[in-house]
């Protein structure tokens, strides 16, 4: 069982920078790969990026190849997403997730993740 505690979020104006973090509880967090995904009003949720459970491989959405980056420090069962050069479009409301690792696992599809946080509103002004 893991749970996922997300904070951070807020208003931030276009071309700036926040960082989101996740928090993990559980004794096996490392076995875990992490994702974040987003979901804009009136939109469905998205894939952003994900990370396996080592660090070594990060996967990202082509809207944010570039200007976001994930990474994870298991030791304090945390995970950040790192958003730089926000656009009024990243508007939206983040999710981390976890899913139990395995050699078949679609990093990007929310079916592989059993374990969902709370949710954190990110605003871009223009």
């Known amino acids: 069982q893991v749970q996922l505690v997300q904070s951070g979020g807020g208003l931030v104006q276009a071309g700036g920078s926040l960082r989101l973090p996740c928090v993990a509880s559980?004794?096996?967090?490392?076995?875990?790969?992490v994702g974040w995904f987003r979901q804009a009003p009136g939109k469905e949720r998205e894939f952003v990026a994900a990370?396996?459970?080592?660090?070594?491989?990060?996967y990202y959405a082509d809207s944010v190849k570039g200007r976001f980056t994930i990474s994870r420090d298991n030791a304090k069962k945390t995970v950040y997403l790192q958003m730089s050069s926000l656009k009024p479009e990243d508007t939206a409301v983040y999710y981390c997730a976890a899913g139990w690792e395995r050699a078949s696992y679609n990093y990007t599809a929310m079916n592989d993740y059993a374990y969902w946080g709370q949710g954190t509103q990110v605003t871009v002004s223009s």
């Open positions: 559980g004794r096996t967090f490392s076995n875990y790969a």
């Open positions: 990370i396996n459970w080592s660090g070594t491989r990060t």
